[in-house]
């Protein structure tokens, strides 16, 4: 079967807090990548079942943001030392065990900050993982410092339902599908509401009329390296 000449990639973030919302992400089809926050009573029991499924799947790490909010547990904070950093990126990890790597969960402070960016950074590379920027913000530097710490790393370019009408859900895809036709591949992220799924199992399928393939995370992240040279993808 030939590639299409366009791919995208899909990670549905923010699944543990609800059982019955999390289970409709796990009936996608297996090449959209699911992001488990840590230290929910469900987070092993789903990287297990990603696995399972051989799904790809994703750390979503609780990130300080501007607000303060402070919503999950364990969250990554400003004033953290190294060790401390290191300890709750340990424990993370072992809550959501196998995971190919992490993104960030918020974060629109933590990210902006060098010194946290790079302790971060440095434990993903010395563990062989990967970094998904979710770009909660413009100023976000977390992208950037993967690259120069050599971890395999992409960005967020569409955010498919911070408006859940479908008509928003459905201009978010195609902004998808128009930023993959101009540049070979982008990558979306949603969230396990009960109208991007319904969307997603409805849109899904019709992609091949539109000559646009699905593609898992690893095989985007490869196709970012085989064209890190080439021009990057624009918010």
Avoid: C, W
């Avoid at 230290?39 to 990287?47: N, P």
């Amino acid at each position: 079967m030939p590639v299409k000449s366009a791919q995208i990639a899909i990670i549905i973030d923010d699944v543990g807090n609800n059982r019955l919302r999390d289970a409709a992400a796990f009936a996608l089809p297996k090449n959209v990548a699911v992001s488990i926050l840590p230290h929910k009573s469900m987070s092993q029991k789903y990287a297990a079942l990603a696995q399972e499924q051989q799904r790809e799947f994703l750390l979503h790490m609780p990130m300080e943001s501007m607000a303060g909010l402070r919503q999950e547990p364990n969250v990554l904070l400003a004033s953290m030392n190294d060790k401390t950093i290191v300890q709750t990126l340990n424990a993370a990890f072992a809550s959501v065990p196998n995971a190919l790597g992490m993104n960030n969960h918020m974060g629109s402070r933590l990210t902006q900050l060098e010194h946290p960016m790079r302790t971060t950074m440095n434990y993903l590379y010395q563990h062989g993982l990967v970094f998904i920027d979710s770009r909660t913000t413009v100023l976000t530097q977390a992208e950037t410092i993967a690259k120069q710490r050599h971890v395999p790393t992409m960005r967020r370019h569409v955010f498919l339902d911070n408006d859940l009408a479908v008509e928003k859900i459905d201009r978010q895809f195609n902004l998808l599908l128009r930023k993959a036709r101009k540049y070979g591949r982008s990558l979306a992220i949603g969230h396990p509401h009960r109208q991007t799924i319904a969307y997603l199992q409805q849109r899904l399928p019709k992609l091949a009329d539109d000559n646009v393939q699905l593609i898992s995370l690893s095989a985007m992240l490869l196709l970012q390296g085989d064209n890190a040279q080439k021009s990057v993808i624009t918010e």
